[in-house]
């Protein structure tokens, strides 16, 4: 089962947006460290609307707690600073998708020691830094989703 992983989200719309995001595709959604708002916050359950009920939520104190909780999960950090794109990589149904903050994204030293997990989302526009991290999940997710065939044995429970 694929993983998403949020490390100190700072901006309550966009993790509102991303649990519905998961909500919608059963993919359950890890808050680590401290987040800038509190989850019971109006503008994330905004976000969310009344999809809360349905989304998988865990809360981990540290990115290592994140990683202990996931013992099977192969750990995939994004971030503008990599040159691999994650069109070029290989998802499998046991990743755990890394996103950091909107504003500094994740930290330096755990890019490094993972450099060879490290991926990126391309952007024509060389003028722009970054895309809006409920963009960036759901770019990524879908993609992992297609390459792991997720939508492929919906239909076939629907059938």
Known sequence: MIHVALVEPEIPPNTGNIARLCAANEVPLHIVGVTGFRLDDKAVRRAGLDYWPEVTLTRHSTVEELQESLPEARFIYLTTKASRNYTEWDFSGHDCLVFGRETRGLPEPLLR????RCLTIPML????????????????????????????SQAKHQA
């Not at 020691?113 to 060879?116: F, K, R, S």
């Not at 526009?125 to 492929?152: C, D, H, M």
């Open 113 to 116: 020691a993972n450099w060879e």
């Open 125 to 152: 526009n060389p003028r722009i830094r970054s895309l809006n991290l409920a963009t960036a999940v759901g770019i990524v997710l879908y993609e992992a989703l297609r390459q792991t065939a997720a939508f492929k």
